[in-house]
């Protein structure tokens, strides 16, 4: 009886979701828009950038 109640919860909150479209699958810290992304960004940028200005002095 108890199984079956759990059993019934557990559906109810997986269709929950999917009403409210929550049930995509959360990349982590490196998705759109997220801090981790705007700073894997701004180190590249600038690695690039300071790759750059030493080959120009050579």
Do not use: C
């Not at 909150?13 to 700073?39: A, C, N, Q, Y």
């Not at 600038?46 to 080959?55: E, I, S």
């Amino acid at each position: 009886m108890l199984s079956t109640l759990l059993n019934l919860m557990d559906i109810k909150h997986s269709l929950s979701k999917k009403v409210m479209h929550r049930d995509r699958i959360d990349p982590g810290t490196f998705s759109m828009l997220e801090p981790g992304w705007w700073v894997l960004h701004a180190i590249a940028i600038t690695g690039v950038y300071l790759l750059g200005r030493r080959m120009q002095h050579r």
